[in-house]
């Protein structure tokens, strides 16, 4: 149960990091060009963020368990 408290909490720390690296300035306004939308910049897998998250968990705690398994 140690192993998954530290993975848990260097994910938790690695996940407050990224959002904090998100402090981008804002596209200034005019011209349009280059940008999807309301000045978002043209990123496919920022869409896909919070199933990335969930999906790298779940990975963690599975093979976690394998290894463990594996061992006993």
Same mark, same amino acid.
């Given at each position: ?23 981008i300035p804002?596209?200034?306004?005019g011209g ?7 000045g978002a910049? &043209?990123?496919? +897998? ?6 990335? /998250? *969930?999906? $790298?968990? &779940?990975?963690? +705690? ?6 463990? /398994? *594996?061992? $006993?």
């Amino acid at each position: 149960m140690k192993t998954i408290s530290k993975l848990l909490s260097a994910l938790f720390l690695f996940a407050v990091l990224l959002v904090k690296a998100d402090d981008i300035p804002p596209v200034p306004g005019g011209g349009g060009t280059g940008t999807v939308g309301p000045g978002a910049a &043209a990123s496919p +897998i920022d869409t896909y963020v919070y199933l990335l /998250s *969930v999906v $790298a968990i &779940a990975l963690i +705690i599975f093979y976690t368990k394998k290894i463990k /398994s *594996v061992k $006993a």
